[in-house]
């Protein structure tokens, strides 16, 4: 089978040296990449390092090479286009279709998805002329990745900065094996919520499960790279942060509440993929519970904590608002779910079965996506990213 062709499109930025490693990775993994940086770009990472990384002749102009055409067949044979970074004067040539250069020209004859990964400074970003080009490019159908905050260029910090070239190169992965440039949930903004709620007992203790948010991060990673606007709300999951995803970091039951009702107001679609704790200590203490000879071992009170999912789908913050719940079950599965689903009102609840082998920190999953409707979508066994794409198909399918 012939590998996957990517176009790496690398513009003017100090990112650019970021864009090493995601060549690198995308090289390593099977893919052959051709990479097409403009003329600034090379001031900051040199022709030879990408032709000697990518073991192709690299070329910035259309004037190489003329017999074979570069400036209409690279863009042509691609099955992906990925511009990292893309700076501000990137995405503003692309969304007027300027084509000056063989980047600019390649990213005018592809018809292969093209994704644009941002890196300037905030100011830049934030200004109206690159929020519409942004919104230009969008409309058209690429996926423009949420550039992430942290420290730029100098001494500033803000959001702007390249996101971690793992991630970007997920991104790619999930949009390569989707095979299309069908952003199907642009414009849309979407809530998830991952990991496990821990609830404190006292400075070093905590009632906590065993959730590892993978699914849920795997949730914010394919609708980010399905073109969403992504909040993930992350209880306590030691993964990285998604390309392209605003993530809130939170601990407990009753932070992980006020952070998704805070995202879900504008929100289209919500997903409670977190495994909440239905209890938390009535009392904490503030010093650490020592164990005494002297006085009884401690007795810890519980009290209940709101049902997120069962507040959001009886209040939908906008019509439409598709709801959606996990449950993880042990046994009577699809009977169990089926009143869960009625209990708590959602639209959609996905059913795991749970045991030896399956769900706890594992890569894969296995489960049966049940409808309010009466549906019944059977997922089988294999990547937590192959359910999640599953997920946003049948949102999807109910967003108005
Ligand atoms: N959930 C929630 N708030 C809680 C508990 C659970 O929003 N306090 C959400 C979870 O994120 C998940 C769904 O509800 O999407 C199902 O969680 P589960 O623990 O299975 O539901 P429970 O109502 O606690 O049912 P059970 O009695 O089986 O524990």
């Given at each position: 089978?012939?590998?996957?062709?990517?176009?790496?499109?690398?513009?003017?930025?100090?990112?650019?040296?970021?864009?090493?490693?995601?060549?690198?990775?995308?090289?390593?993994?099977?893919?052959?990449?051709?990479?097409?940086?403009?003329?600034?770009?090379?001031?900051?990472?040199?022709?030879?390092?990408?032709?000697?990384?990518?073991?192709?002749?690299?070329?910035?102009?259309?004037?190489?090479?003329?017999?074979?055409?570069?400036?209409?067949?690279?863009?042509?044979?691609?099955?992906?286009?990925?511009?990292?970074?893309?700076?501000?004067?990137?995405?503003?040539?692309?969304?007027?279709?300027?084509?000056?250069?063989?980047?600019?020209?390649?990213?005018?004859?592809?018809?292969?998805?093209?994704?644009?990964?941002?890196?300037?400074?905030?100011?830049?970003?934030?200004?109206?002329?690159?929020?519409?080009?942004?919104?230009?490019?969008?409309?058209?159908?690429?996926?423009?990745?949420?550039?992430?905050?942290?420290?730029?260029?100098?001494?500033?910090?803000?959001?702007?900065?390249?996101?971690?070239?793992?991630?970007?190169?997920?991104?790619?992965?999930?949009?390569?094996?989707?095979?299309t440039a069908d952003?199907?949930?642009?414009?849309?903004?979407?809530?998830?919520?991952?990991?496990?709620?821990?609830?404190?007992?006292?400075?070093?203790?905590?009632?906590?499960?065993?959730?590892?948010?993978?699914?849920?991060?795997?949730?914010?990673?394919?609708?980010?790279?399905?073109?969403?606007?992504?909040?993930?709300?992350?209880?306590?999951?030691?993964?990285?942060?998604?390309?392209?995803?605003?993530?809130?970091?939170?601990?407990?039951?009753?932070?992980?509440?006020?952070?998704?009702?805070?995202?879900?107001?504008?929100?289209?679609?919500?997903?409670?993929?977190?495994?909440?704790?239905?209890?938390?200590?009535?009392?904490?203490?503030?010093?650490?519970?020592?164990k005494r000879d002297?006085k009884a071992d401690?007795?810890?009170?519980?009290?209940?904590?709101?049902?997120?999912?069962?507040?959001?789908?009886?209040?939908?913050?906008?019509?439409?608002?598709?709801?959606?719940?996990?449950?993880?079950?042990?046994?009577?599965?699809?009977?169990?779910?089926?009143?869960?689903?009625?209990?708590?009102?959602?639209?959609?609840?996905?059913?795991?079965?749970?045991?030896?082998?399956?769900?706890?920190?594992?890569?894969?999953?296995?489960?049966?996506?049940?409808?309010?409707?009466?549906?019944?979508?059977?997922?089988?066994?294999?990547?937590?990213?192959?359910?999640?794409?599953?997920?946003?198909?049948?949102?999807?399918?109910?967003?108005?």
């Amino acid at each position: 089978m012939d590998k996957p062709k990517v176009v790496l499109g690398v513009s003017g930025g100090i990112a650019a040296y970021k864009a090493c490693e995601l060549l690198r990775r995308l090289t390593e993994s099977g893919h052959d990449v051709r990479v097409v940086p403009t003329e600034s770009a090379l001031h900051f990472v040199g022709a030879a390092t990408w032709s000697a990384l990518s073991g192709h002749p690299v070329s910035t102009e259309v004037w190489s090479d003329v017999h074979e055409v570069p400036h209409v067949r690279i863009g042509q044979h691609a099955d992906l286009v990925i511009v990292a970074p893309a700076t501000a004067d990137m995405l503003a040539k692309a969304a007027h279709g300027l084509a000056d250069d063989l980047l600019t020209n390649t990213l005018l004859t592809a018809r292969c998805p093209v994704v644009f990964a941002p890196a300037m400074h905030t100011e830049m970003w934030e200004h109206p002329a690159t929020q519409e080009n942004v919104a230009t490019l969008r409309r058209r159908g690429a996926i423009v990745i949420e550039p992430a905050v942290g420290r730029l260029t100098g001494v500033d910090t803000g959001k702007g900065r390249l996101p971690d070239p793992g991630e970007i190169f997920e991104v790619c992965r999930r949009v390569l094996a989707r095979g299309t440039a069908d952003a199907d949930l642009a414009g849309r903004h979407v809530v998830v919520s991952a990991g496990g709620t821990r609830e404190p007992i006292d400075p070093v203790r905590f009632l906590g499960n065993r959730s590892s948010g993978k699914q849920g991060y795997a949730l914010a990673r394919t609708a980010a790279a399905r073109g969403a606007r992504v909040t993930l709300v992350s209880a306590n999951a030691a993964l990285p942060d998604p390309a392209g995803v605003d993530v809130v970091h939170v601990g407990t039951a009753v932070q992980l509440r006020e952070a998704v009702l805070k995202a879900a107001a504008d929100a289209d679609a919500v997903v409670m993929a977190a495994a909440v704790a239905d209890f938390r200590p009535a009392e904490y203490a503030t010093g650490k519970i020592k164990k005494r000879d002297d006085k009884a071992d401690p007795t810890i009170t519980l009290v209940r904590n709101p049902d997120i999912l069962a507040e959001i789908s009886a209040d939908r913050a906008r019509p439409g608002q598709v709801v959606v719940g996990f449950a993880a079950e042990t046994d009577d599965v699809l009977a169990n779910g089926r009143t869960k689903l009625e209990r708590k009102g959602c639209d959609l609840l996905v059913v795991n079965e749970v045991g030896e082998r399956k769900t706890f920190g594992s890569e894969e999953n296995e489960a049966v996506v049940l409808g309010a409707d009466g549906s019944e979508t059977p997922v089988p066994y294999g990547p937590k990213e192959g359910l999640a794409d599953v997920v946003w198909d049948l949102v999807q399918e109910r967003l108005v």
